[in-house]
């Protein structure tokens, strides 16, 4: 299970910046891809962030550059930084295991709203 918790408050203008904060248990955490997920109303859950167990980033188009994935394998803690946040960054964040054949319960993810 990967516990998810926002630093710095849930609800933020236009511009402002985020740290959510993930700590895993029960995974080999140092062998697991990990990824941050965000669900909104009436859409799928996506994957908008992605790290390796090595500590390779890879992002999706619209929070490249403003996202910033990181881990420390000897804490089993995941970060993702957001800065410059926007309207369409808003929803529902989840970390979990990147790999779809190892993902663990959801969880009640940590909510994540941005105002104009």
């Known amino acids: 299970m990967c516990s998810c918790r926002r630093l710095g408050g849930g609800s933020v203008q236009v511009g402002e910046s985020l740290r959510l904060s993930c700590a895993a248990s029960?995974?080999?955490?140092?062998?697991?891809?990990m990824g941050w997920f965000r669900q909104v109303p009436g859409k799928e859950r996506i994957m908008v962030a992605h790290?390796?167990?090595?500590?390779?980033?890879g992002y999706t188009a619209p929070v490249n550059h403003r996202f910033i994935i990181s881990r420390d394998n000897a804490k089993s803690m995941m970060w993702l930084q957001m800065n410059d946040l926007k309207p369409e960054d808003t929803g529902l964040y989840f970390c979990?295991?990147?790999?779809?054949?190892?993902?663990?319960?959801w969880g009640k993810g940590t909510l994540v709203t941005v105002s104009s």
């Open positions: 029960g995974i080999v955490f140092r062998l697991s891809d």
């Open positions: 790290i390796t167990f090595g500590g390779t980033p």
């Open positions: 979990n295991n990147g790999n779809p054949r190892r993902r663990t319960p």
